[in-house]
């Protein structure tokens, strides 16, 4: 792979079409556009420093993934600071009526109180659409474990909002990811 040569343009086009997802992806643990952009950048740094480490290519994706959480994860360790989420900003309300958004913002917030291990694999699995096996290789768990934490994360949920629309969400989100 020449981007492992040190290739900067080789790298830039592993990156350019996973930038978008792994932005959304570090905006949702740090819920503010300038720490995301920053941690997507420090992110790549850390990938292109390392990519030697990556035995197979067909693994950068989540290899990236993985490392965007781990800066995610660090950032707010070192920051401590949470701010207000806009969920409209990551296009996660595409397509959602505006009768809708309410109980859209309903659902981000109780997501977002979710323990981190919850949050980490509704948000994979949900938002980013990634298939458990691949939950799994990029939290570096058993699949076993991952469908756990999707069940009791959405127990948690169903707990926190107590409305039908979770239920509603829920088998809508199931259903489509069959």
């Given at each position: 792979?020449?981007?492992?040569?040190?290739?900067e343009?080789?790298?830039?086009q592993?990156?350019e079409?996973?930038q978008?997802?792994?932005y959304r992806?570090?905006?949702?643990?740090?819920q503010?556009?300038?720490?995301?952009?920053?941690?997507?950048?420090q992110s790549?740094?850390?990938?292109?420093?390392?990519?030697k480490q990556?035995?197979?290519q067909?693994?950068?994706?989540?290899?990236m993934?993985?490392?965007?959480?781990?800066?995610?994860?660090?950032y707010?360790?070192?920051?401590?600071?949470?701010e207000?989420?806009?969920?409209?900003?990551?296009?996660l309300?595409e397509g959602?009526s505006?009768?809708?958004?309410?109980?859209e913002?309903?659902?981000?917030?109780?997501l977002?109180?979710?323990?981190?291990?919850y949050?980490?694999?509704?948000?994979?699995?949900?938002?980013?659409?990634?298939?458990v096996?691949?939950?799994?290789?990029i939290?570096?768990?058993?699949?076993g474990?991952v469908k756990t934490?999707i069940?009791?994360?959405?127990?948690a949920l169903r707990q926190?909002?107590?409305?039908?629309?979770i239920d509603?969400?829920?088998?809508?989100?199931?259903?489509?990811h069959?």
């Amino acid at each position: 792979m020449l981007a492992q040569n040190g290739e900067e343009e080789a790298f830039y086009q592993l990156i350019e079409p996973l930038q978008g997802q792994l932005y959304r992806i570090a905006y949702v643990y740090v819920q503010n556009e300038n720490d995301a952009v920053d941690i997507l950048q420090q992110s790549m740094i850390r990938a292109y420093e390392s990519i030697k480490q990556l035995k197979e290519q067909h693994y950068f994706a989540t290899w990236m993934t993985r490392i965007v959480i781990n800066c995610s994860k660090t950032y707010i360790a070192k920051r401590k600071r949470i701010e207000s989420v806009e969920p409209a900003e990551l296009d996660l309300l595409e397509g959602a009526s505006t009768s809708n958004i309410e109980e859209e913002l309903d659902l981000w917030k109780a997501l977002c109180n979710l323990e981190e291990k919850y949050k980490t694999v509704l948000i994979l699995r949900f938002y980013q659409d990634y298939p458990v096996k691949q939950i799994a290789a990029i939290l570096e768990c058993p699949e076993g474990t991952v469908k756990t934490h999707i069940r009791r994360g959405l127990h948690a949920l169903r707990q926190q909002l107590k409305g039908a629309y979770i239920d509603e969400w829920v088998k809508s989100v199931e259903s489509s990811h069959r």
